[in-house]
T-cell receptor, first 112, second 113 residues
Framework: DAGVIQSPRHEVTEMGQEVTLRCKPI?????LFWYRQTMMRGLELLIY????????DSGMPEDRFSAKMPNASFSTLKIQPSEPRDSAVYFC??????????FGQGTRLTVV | GDSVTQMEGPVTLSEEAFLTINCTYT??????LFWYVQYPGEGLQLLLK?????DKGSNKGFEATYRKETTSFHLEKGSVQVSDSAVYFC????????????FGTGTSLTVIP
């Protein structure tokens, strides 16, 4: 298996633009997490899906952020409109329900 | 609710020094415990894990023992190398909370020659 695949690896966008981050979890894993990592706040859980259903989105910072998981093999995190304070590394992780969670390489987002 | 508390960083050690990074947890059930490592510019990778009390996880010279009586999972290495410089995260997963994963804040380790 290729592991958790995130795209793009790097994204630079202007303030006010819509940004969509993508994640392909490992096949057969039934849970998916989106995290944001910054120097100031460390690793923050944004949202957690189980069997494609959002279970806990209390970490989503505000209405500008939305996440979907239309099927077991794909998830998106969208920011609309983006702001400079959204600049961070965004990680996706998938979890089979036992053992450990597997992380993607992350998307480094810069909003200018 | 479930949570993980780990030692604040950053930590700076000389090569071949002994490393301890403390981690304690709070959980409603019987969680599995993990240490993840993040090298610069990369995602988090599993370093070691333990799934029940008194289990010892080990990998690459690192060890951690699941201590239920003290709710701890401290990371240790007897002799660190420059290549161990990274950020280390303690984490737990608990089936009682729907397989949610909880991470500590991370501890940055720098090993100097």
């Amino acid at each position: 298996d290729a592991g958790v695949i995130q795209s793009p690896r790097h994204e630079v966008t202007e303030m006010g633009q819509e940004v969509t981050l993508r994640c392909k979890p490992i096949s057969g894993h039934n849970s998916l997490f989106w995290y944001r990592q910054t120097m100031m706040r460390g690793l923050e859980l944004l949202i957690y899906f189980n069997n494609n259903v959002p279970i806990d989105d209390s970490g989503m910072p505000e209405d500008r952020f939305s996440a979907k998981m239309p099927n077991a093999s794909f998830s998106t995190l969208k920011i609309q409109p983006s702001e400079p304070r959204d600049s961070a590394v965004y990680f996706c992780a998938s979890f089979p329900g036992v053992t450990e969670a597997f992380f993607g390489q992350g998307t480094r987002l810069t909003v200018v | 609710g479930d949570s993980v508390t780990q030692m604040e960083g950053p930590v700076t050690l000389s090569e071949e020094a002994f490393l301890t990074i403390n981690c304690t947890y709070t959980a409603t059930g019987y969680p599995s415990l993990f240490w993840y490592v993040q090298y610069p510019g990369e995602g988090l990778q599993l370093l070691l894990k333990a799934t029940k009390a008194d289990d010892k996880g080990s990998n690459k010279g690192f060890e951690a023992t699941y201590r239920k009586e003290t709710t701890s999972f401290h990371l240790e290495k007897g002799s660190v190398q420059v290549s161990d410089s990274a950020v280390y995260f303690c984490a737990l997963s608990d089936r009682n909370t729907g397989n949610q994963f909880y991470f500590g804040t991370g501890t940055s380790l720098t090993v100097i020659p």
